[in-house]
């Protein structure tokens, strides 16, 4: 892969089912805010080298690659989409992509217009991507069918939008969301589609899920504990028939076309008990109830991350780099402090200190995964790596999460 980072967001419903992805690129020398939905208060008009470089990547890679079977969102300056119309053509299907046409700085009436159009006789839905002004909501509003405007920058207009657009047949995208109070918001506001980093976060209260965290707590303890015995661990998994069933199904999927796993000793040996750990850590997670799927989705893609990434730089193992980016999730799922999660968990040290302080080199790790999550590209250079290497990783860590989500599913 050529030196470029490529990432997704998902756009999320008010049930926080996944609704599609936007993706964006980068490349180094662009230096540049994240994208619009990693919560930058800026949506510079993306130039037509930047424009060039998505196509290029997208073309590569392929955008199932990205988003699966998933809608993807893509952000382009009219000027761009209206000159690589046929391309988007032949890069998916209409229902599969939705163009966002920038808004800032403002474009050229007709040139908008004419993007829309040009674009809606290929058969796509079209959106915008910025605050539209009175004018352009009045141009556009039964022309197009998505609105995706910054929480930062939008919020005192939240409610006139939402209106506005059910009079019409756009939906309302509010990016940029940090927080839960902020996603609550706008609920109450009829947005529609939410995006932001504030799913990886705990949400407030949940007073309910305590008796499932002390149950999961006690479980992981055992698991986490570096002075857990062979023979416990194997009893300990053992006993719950199911969770073996479940534990023999993922590792002989993800081991496809190597030694066939029969047995928990028999995982233990060949697998260690580490990696054991972190495959029973993953299940319980999976378990744990009201929970939205992307969040399972992220731990999973932290992890697979984590661990290529810890085996470039090669200076940890591969085990405790996948343990820390499943583990970085546990606050969001569980909705309490990690800090509090830290401390009832018998960790390594080395974990503790990543997971709440970045420090030790499973914290740098797990800070360049979660950089490149965010498209806080500025962050990447102290990794050492090449853009091409991680970008490879991101990728290969997201076909990775659909195939043991598929597993799960079975």
Same mark, same amino acid.
């Given at each position: 892969?050529?030196?470029? +980072?490529?990432?997704?967001?998902?756009?999320?419903?008010?049930?926080?089912d996944?609704?599609?992805?936007q993706?964006?690129?980068?490349? #180094?020398?662009?230096?540049?805010?994240?994208?619009?939905?990693?919560?930058?208060a800026?949506?510079?008009?993306?130039?037509e080298?930047?424009?060039?470089?998505l +196509?290029?990547?997208?073309?590569?890679v392929?955008?199932?690659?990205?988003?699966?079977?998933?809608?993807?969102?893509?952000?382009?300056?009219?000027?761009?989409?209206?000159?690589?119309?046929?391309?988007?053509?032949?890069?998916?299907?209409?229902?599969?992509?939705?163009?966002l046409?920038?808004?800032?700085?403002p474009?050229?009436?007709?040139?908008?217009?004419?993007?829309?159009?040009?674009?809606?006789?290929?058969?796509?839905?079209?959106g915008?991507?910025?605050? #539209?002004?009175?004018?352009?909501?009045?141009?556009?509003?039964?022309?197009?069918?998505?609105?995706?405007?910054?929480?930062?920058?939008?919020?005192?207009?939240?409610?006139? =939008?939402?209106?506005?657009?059910?009079?019409?047949r756009?939906?309302?995208?509010?990016?940029?969301?940090?927080d839960?109070?902020?996603?609550?918001?706008?609920?109450?506001?009829?947005?529609?589609? +939410?995006?932001?980093?504030?799913?990886?976060?705990?949400r #407030?209260?949940?007073?309910?899920?305590?008796?499932?965290?002390r149950?999961?707590?006690?479980?992981? &303890?055992?698991?986490?504990d570096?002075?857990?015995?062979?023979?416990e661990?194997?009893?300990?998994?053992?006993?719950?028939?199911?969770?073996?069933?479940?534990?023999?199904?993922l590792?002989?999927?993800?081991?496809?076309?190597?030694?066939?796993?029969e047995?928990?000793?028999? &995982?233990?040996?060949?697998?260690?008990?580490?990696?054991?750990?972190?495959?029973?850590?993953?299940?319980?997670?999976?378990?744990?109830?009201?929970? #939205?799927q992307?969040?399972?989705?992220? &731990?999973?893609?932290?992890?697979?991350?984590?661990?290529l990434?810890?085996a470039?730089?090669?200076?940890?193992?591969?085990?405790?780099?996948?343990?820390?980016?499943? =583990?970085?999730?546990?606050?969001?799922?569980?909705?309490?402090?990690?800090?509090?999660?830290?401390?009832?968990?018998?960790?390594?040290?080395?974990?503790?200190?990543?997971?709440?302080?970045?420090?030790?080199?499973?914290?740098?790790?797990?800070d360049?995964?979660?950089?490149?999550?965010?498209?806080?590209?500025?962050?990447?250079?102290?990794?050492?790596?090449?853009?091409?290497?991680?970008?490879?990783?991101?990728?290969?860590?997201?076909? +990775?999460?659909?195939?043991?989500?598929?597993?799960?599913?079975a």
């Open positions: 892969m050529r030196d470029v +980072f490529l990432r997704r967001q998902p756009i999320l419903t008010r049930r926080l996944v609704w599609g992805y993706v964006s690129a980068s490349h #180094p020398s662009f230096v540049q805010p994240p994208p619009a939905l990693s919560g930058s800026t949506h510079p008009d993306p130039s080298a930047e424009a060039r470089l +196509f290029d990547a997208l073309a590569e392929g955008l199932p690659a990205l988003v699966g079977d998933s809608i993807a969102l893509i952000e382009l300056s009219p000027a761009a989409a209206l000159a690589a119309q046929d391309f988007l053509a032949g890069l998916a299907t209409p229902d599969r992509l939705i163009p046409l920038t808004l800032e700085p474009p050229d009436r007709q040139l908008l217009l004419d993007a829309i159009a040009a674009l809606r006789s290929h058969g796509f839905r079209v915008t991507a910025g605050v #539209p002004s009175d004018e352009v909501l009045q141009a556009v509003t039964r022309t197009i069918d998505l609105v995706a405007v910054e929480y930062s920058r939008a919020n005192t207009r939240l409610d006139t =939008l939402a209106s506005h657009l059910r009079a019409g756009a939906l309302l995208l509010v990016t940029g969301i940090e839960y109070q902020a996603f609550d918001r706008c609920r109450e506001q009829r947005v529609t589609l +939410f995006a932001g980093t504030f799913l990886a976060l705990p #407030p209260v949940r007073a309910l899920r305590a008796p499932t965290s149950a999961l707590l006690l479980l992981l &303890a055992r698991l986490q570096p002075e857990v015995e062979f023979s661990l194997e009893a300990l998994i053992s006993l719950d028939v199911g969770l073996t069933y479940r534990l023999l199904r590792v002989n999927t993800v081991w496809l076309g190597r030694r066939r796993i047995s928990v000793r028999q &995982a233990l040996l060949v697998l260690g008990t580490r990696l054991v750990s972190a495959w029973v850590t993953l299940l319980l997670m999976a378990d744990i109830p009201d929970k #939205p992307e969040l399972l989705t992220l &731990a999973i893609v932290r992890a697979r991350m984590a661990e990434v810890a470039a730089r090669g200076r940890t193992s591969r085990e405790s780099a996948f343990l820390v980016g499943l =583990l970085s999730v546990l606050d969001a799922l569980l909705d309490q402090p990690m800090s509090d999660l830290v401390a009832a968990l018998p960790l390594a040290d080395e974990l503790a200190a990543a997971l709440l302080h970045r420090e030790g080199e499973l914290g740098l790790v797990l360049i995964v979660l950089a490149y999550e965010r498209g806080d590209w500025l962050r990447l250079p102290a990794s050492g790596l090449r853009p091409s290497l991680l970008s490879s990783a991101y990728v290969d860590a997201l076909a +990775f999460a659909r195939e043991i989500e598929s597993a799960l599913a």
